[in-house]
T-cell receptor, first 112, second 111 residues
Framework: GESVGLHLPTLSVQEGDNSIINCAYS??????FIWYKQESGKGPQFIID?????DKRQGQRVTVLLNKTVKHLSLQIAATQPGDSAVYFC???????????FGTGTRLKVLA | DTAVSQTPKYLVTQMGNDKSIKCEQN?????MYWYKQDSKKFLKIMFS???????INETVPNRFSPKSPDKAHLNLHINSLELGDSAVYFC??????????FGEGSRLTVL
């Protein structure tokens, strides 16, 4: 069966430091990977995505790394700010399907 | 200007009642979804519609009946509500198999 897991349920980071949130998956058919940020009382918001033909993609202060060999995905946030405090989800999709499987979520706490 | 809007935002009701949640998207997307988020923040897909056709039904009890009158709307009707139905329900949409755009959620509390 499919499973998506995260190594850490809660991550506390000092303001200004870099954050790394990890996601492990098991379904080899997954070829589209998305990171979402969910703030309290709101719906998940798209941060960045990556397809399986890439191993790295960068956005503004965020980088997603994909290691298909070990089925591992990570989100790196540079210079973490208080506004980055939220729950982060990885989500997996597969070509030709409309089914996105979400990971269990990691709560990021930014310490002042 | 809200891309994906759902109503109501909060819903408190008694066990056994029937309730509906409505969702509309103005993004021109072809695919819409309902996700359920439990108290531990776990997000689980329930249904997906593509061009008004049901394409995913994740073994959701048949007390839950989605309806898509057109591509821009996907409503969720729940019969005979149970305590375990208490959760936040999120509507989402996507263009084909691109990223999901979520609504703000509808928090359902069953007493």
């Amino acid at each position: 069966g499919e499973s998506v897991g995260l190594h850490l349920p809660t991550l506390s980071v000092q303001e200004g430091d870099n954050s790394i949130i990890n996601c492990a998956y098991s379904n080899s058919a997954s070829d589209y990977f998305i990171w979402y940020k969910q703030e309290s009382g709101k719906g998940p918001q798209f941060i960045i995505d990556i397809r399986s033909n890439m191993d790295k993609r960068q956005g503004q202060r965020v980088t997603v790394l994909l290691n298909k060999t070990v089925k591992h995905l990570s989100l790196q946030i540079a210079a973490t700010q208080p506004g980055d405090s939220a729950v982060y989800f990885c989500a997996l999709g597969a070509s030709g399907t409309y089914k996105y499987i979400f990971g269990t979520g990691t709560r990021l706490k930014v310490l002042a | 200007d809200t891309a994906v809007s759902q109503t109501p935002k909060y819903l408190v009701t008694q066990m056994g009642n029937d309730k509906s949640i409505k969702c509309e998207q103005n993004l021109g997307h072809d695919t819409m979804y309902w996700y359920k988020q439990d108290s531990k923040k776990f997000l689980k897909i329930m249904f997906s519609y593509n061009n008004k056709e049901l394409i995913i039904n994740e073994t959701v009890p048949n007390r839950f009946s989605p309806k898509s009158p057109d591509k821009a709307h996907l409503n969720l009707h729940i019969n005979s509500l149970e305590l375990g139905d208490s959760a936040v329900y999120f509507c989402a949409s996507s263009r084909n198999t691109g990223e999901l755009f979520f609504g703000e959620g509808s928090r359902l509390t069953v007493l």
